[in-house]
Nanobody, 128 residues
Framework: QVQFVESGGGLVQPGGSLRLSCTAS????????IGWFRQAPGKEREGVSC????????YYADSVKGRFTISRDKSKNMMFLQMNNLRPEDSAVYHC?????????????????????WGQGTQVTVSS
């Protein structure tokens, strides 16, 4: 069975940092382009970042570019999202996901649903 488990979320003050982890079980992540999307209460899902299967290419939404860094560890079948200089508007449930085909270009991350599976998510709350 395919399963994702996200962790690392929590409460952090503006300007703080969090490192999110995504662990996949039941399948090998190596062959997939994978990434993260987030959803805040009452808002649509928003693509955040994506990384290619070979980890050569990374993509970021304009809202997080320069602050977030996506990475993956094939030996552990895991993916990570390092989030720095967090802002209140970053508050959301963050989900990891596999791409249907390939990562979209950065500008298209929030234009369409490029993923076809995701986990339950981890809550990130940025507040003073």
């Amino acid at each position: 069975q395919v399963q994702f488990v996200e962790s690392g979320g929590g409460l952090v003050q503006p300007g703080g940092s969090l490192r999110l982890s995504c662990t996949a079980s039941g399948f090998n992540l190596d062959y997939y382009h994978i990434g993260w999307f987030r959803q805040a209460p009452g808002k649509e899902r928003e693509g955040v970042s994506c990384i290619s299967s070979n980890a050569v290419d990374t993509y970021y939404a304009d809202s997080v570019k320069g602050r977030f860094t996506i990475s993956r560890d094939k030996s552990k079948n895991m993916m990570f999202l390092q989030m720095n200089n967090l802002r209140p508007e970053d508050s959301a449930v963050y989900h990891c996901a596999t791409a249907v085909n390939r990562c979209p270009q950065s500008a298209d991350l929030d234009k369409y649903r490029w993923y076809d599976a995701w986990g339950q998510g981890t809550q990130v709350t940025v507040s003073s």
